[in-house]
């Protein structure tokens, strides 16, 4: 068999695929329905998938799967990544779907505050269409869990998101932490981010509603990775052009007064170029 066969076979469709295509359409077939609060302000921007055999390793999370259903098939690893979350200026949290030969999803394992939590409840009443976990994000914070009861245990649930809101600033841990800048400048980023996060901060609704990731937002997960970088300049540059404009007393309005400023500002320049 040549090389190019070796990674071609049919998908779905009856049609022939490379292993990518074959590998994004699986996670699109079987992503996760993801549930967040009502005032969430900061929905997934990407995810890097990866199609992984039970003897492999996680590449984004340290872990392994030794400990899988002898009958998996395969795991589809959800890399989600957020520029923003409720404490600092990133996020990424991991779901590992468990799909056997025959299609079954077998079970769900998602990441909470550093943490390996099952995803798939024991009467697969979180399991819609067969295929797509229904998990639900942690306002804020974004730590997932099949049970949103689960957060009300969590005495920071309310603080978190509301006074501590922008606490942490420029965090990023393990290979991320390599990536944000370094020396006098960081005392400074750190504020920006900071009040930027606390003009964000709520109170949970603890009513969440449905969120379905686009196609648009999956990549493998080599991409993403390789996007992170770039990413993180973006938003600190974001941030020092935000501060520059509108000052640090505009980064600490409550996003009602945001709202109501950009409103008039918008209203404004409409103005101004009828008049021009």
């Known amino acids: 068999m040549s090389e190019s066969a070796a990674h071609e076979w049919e998908g779905f469709d009856g049609m022939t695929k490379s292993a990518g295509e074959e590998d994004r359409m699986l996670c699109e077939r ?21 199609r992984l055999e039970a003897a492999g390793e996680s590449p984004s999370f340290s872990r392994s799967f030794e400990d899988a259903d002898p009958r998996t098939d395969f795991i589809l690893e959800y890399a989600i990544w957020w520029d923003y979350e409720i404490g ?27 943490r390996i939590l ?6 697969r009443s979180n399991l819609s269409d067969g295929t797509h976990v229904r998990l639900f994000a942690q306002p804020g914070k974004h730590a997932l869990s099949p049970m949103p009861e689960l957060f009300e245990l969590l005495p920071d649930l309310y603080l978190a998101a509301g006074p501590r809101a922008g606490l942490d600033g420029l965090y990023a841990g ?18 920006r981010v900071r009040r930027y996060l606390r003009s964000f901060a709520f109170k949970p609704a603890l009513e969440y509603i449905e969120c379905r990731l686009l196609p648009e937002q999956f990549m493998p997960w080599r991409e993403l990775r390789e996007a992170i970088p770039l990413r993180l300049a973006d938003r600190l ?12 007393r505009k980064a600490g309005e409550t996003p009602s007064e945001r709202r109501a400023r950009r409103s008039r500002e918008a209203d404004a320049e409409t103005e101004r170029e009828e008049a021009h």
Do not use: S
């Open 30 to 50: 079987y992503a996760p329905y993801l549930m967040f609060d009502l005032r969430e302000p900061f929905l997934p921007n990407l995810v890097g998938f990866t």
């Open 88 to 114: 600092h200026i990133h996020q990424l949290e991991q779901i590992w779907i468990y799909v056997g030969p025959n299609g079954e999803v077998l079970d769900c394992e998602v990441t909470f505050h550093g």
């Open 174 to 191: 393990g290979e991320v932490a390599c990536l944000l800048p370094a020396g006098e400048e960081v005392d400074e980023i750190h504020c």
């Open 118 to 123: 099952k995803g798939l409840l024991k009467n």
């Open 237 to 248: 540059l974001e941030l020092e052009l935000i501060f520059a404009r509108d000052g640090f």
